[in-house]
């Protein structure tokens, strides 16, 4: 009797965590690796640090040739980057680290970076998003050649901050002159803090249906998994390990068994040691949903 055709295995999920690079970007790949990632998301550079020195060679090739590939690796940019500054200094600099940084992606063949879209230190969100987008356009015409995307975060809304609402990301991709080199990052205790409601998950899609009316679902690049300290609507960024915190399992699995989301990278940005022991038992209750 011929043997019946096996049924191939399902794929893996395209999932991980951010992963330092200290050592050389293919360290990072190589962490990673050691806790079962598909997906990484590095730093292109030192991210306390406005500018780093040149990639040597061997960093390059060694990142390129790496055995430990994930099926897809992304960056983001440097926390002190604001591109609606108003001190001049730091508007000026911010500017330039976003297109050197963009510029180390391309060195390194990622496909986007996730840029916080800035503060507007008392300015005003209208002139925020002005200077944003004037930004963009700035940096982005610099960069004719350029590859690498910039996947805008929804933010939590601390501060000054602009993103929290997805009316604010879509006037940025909207009045951007390069909106096809534009795409958004959605974190899930971002998302919570800033007032939107995931907690189930009839209140998950219903926050994904107006993300999918205002922004636009072609548009999503990646998700941060991370669950929140913080309550809904305080505004607040802490994160938390996944199912520890304010927001539940709800939404991580719906994340994860929704088809819609399968080709989309999903990384955790939750508090580890150098052992990553952390990521290992959080990729494990986020695996254990499927």
């Not at 806790?35 to 060679?57: E, L, P, R, S």
């Not at 941060?224 to 199912?243: C, P, Q, T, W, Y």
Request: charged fraction near 20%.
């Amino acid at each position: 009797m011929p043997s019946l055709p096996k049924t191939p295995p399902p794929l893996a999920p395209l999932l991980g965590a951010h992963m330092s690079i200290s050592g050389g970007p293919a360290k990072a790949l190589e962490r990673g690796h050691s806790v079962g990632c598909t997906a990484v998301q590095i730093f292109v550079k030192n991210n306390m640090q406005w500018f780093a020195k040149d990639f040597a060679t061997a960093e390059l090739e060694a990142f390129a040739n790496s055995s430990y590939r994930p099926a897809i690796v992304f960056g983001h940019t440097s926390y002190l980057i604001n591109l609606c500054a108003t001190d001049p200094v730091t508007f000026e600099r911010s500017r330039a680290a976003l297109k050197a940084e963009l510029e180390r992606a391309d060195q390194l063949g990622l496909p986007f970076l996730v840029l916080h879209p800035g503060a507007h230190m008392g300015a005003g969100i209208d002139t925020g998003l002005a200077r944003i987008v004037e930004s963009l356009d700035f940096v982005l015409a610099s960069l004719p050649k350029g590859r690498c995307k910039v996947a805008l975060e929804a933010t939590a809304g601390q501060g000054s901050t602009i993103g929290s609402k997805f009316a604010e990301l879509a006037v940025i991709i909207d009045r951007c002159r390069y909106p096809k080199r534009l795409s958004v990052c959605l974190d899930t205790s971002h998302l919570f803090a800033a007032g939107y409601d995931i907690s189930t998950p009839k209140k998950f899609w219903n926050v994904f249906a107006q993300f999918e009316k205002e922004v636009g679902s072609t548009r999503l690049a990646a998700w941060h998994l991370n669950d929140s300290k913080a309550a809904l609507g305080s505004r607040v960024d802490r994160h938390e390990h996944i199912g520890k915190g304010k927001i539940g399992l709800a939404p991580f699995r719906e994340i994860m068994r929704s088809e819609q989301f399968s080709q989309i990278p999903k990384v955790l940005e939750t508090p580890k040691g150098e052992d990553l022991a952390e990521d290992r038992v959080n990729l494990g209750v986020l695996r254990s949903l499927l």
